[in-house]
């Protein structure tokens, strides 16, 4: 079982609020902060579930970056190609 510093540290670090973080995997608000507060334990399966999760988030935000990048870069060699053949 975590401790409740571990699910609050955890959560911020993820840069989420408690509503944002219980929603993720599908719990209340009031279920994450009787966690964080010691109030009732928090099941190992909740915190795995969150990790995936958060893991899944990171991964896809991943891909938009770099789906971001190529798409600038594509752009930039179309634009450098296009001034050429005006030269």
């Not at 670090?13 to 408690?18: C, E, V």
């Amino acid at each position: 079982m975590y401790i409740p510093e571990q699910i609050k540290a955890v959560r911020l670090k993820a840069g989420l609020t408690q509503a944002q973080a219980a929603e993720l995997i599908g719990y209340s608000k009031r279920a994450w902060q009787d966690w964080e507060q010691g109030r009732k334990p928090m099941r190992d399966a909740a915190m795995d579930l969150f990790l995936l999760k958060l893991a899944v988030r990171d991964a896809e935000n991943e891909e938009l970056d770099e789906e971001q990048v190529e798409g600038a870069e594509r752009e930039e060699r179309e634009a450098c190609e296009s001034d050429h053949a005006e030269v």
